[in-house]
């Protein structure tokens, strides 16, 4: 048994180029943590959360992020705030795969 609950939800994931493959990794009433995995040339569009506070955390490879409007490549491990209203996203400009987790809290 682990504790790890990304070890066991991203292990295995492995998108094609273009494309992100995406797990939860924890969701509680609170605050979800999610993982996005990214195959090269692939994107989390630039959204924005008018209620909450989202974090990034780059895990692996070397993802672009976007926030309201600068961008920076940035390798792992890196951890990246986006208070609430920030336009944010990410693409993968490499040709590895890249992951970030979001944690989004308050949950409402």
Known sequence: MTLDSYARAVAD?????????????????????KAFVLGPD?????????????????????????????????????????ERGAVHGARNDTTDRAVLTATLAPLN
């Open 13 to 33: 994931l492995d998108p094609a180029p273009g494309e992100v493959e995406t797990a939860e990794l924890v969701v509680t009433d609170d605050a979800l943590v």
């Open 42 to 82: 692939a994107a989390v569009d630039p959204h924005e959360h008018a209620d909450a506070t989202n974090v990034f955390h780059v895990v692996e490879g070397e993802p672009t992020v976007i926030r309201d409007g600068d961008e920076e490549a940035l390798a792992a491990p890196a951890v990246v705030p986006n």
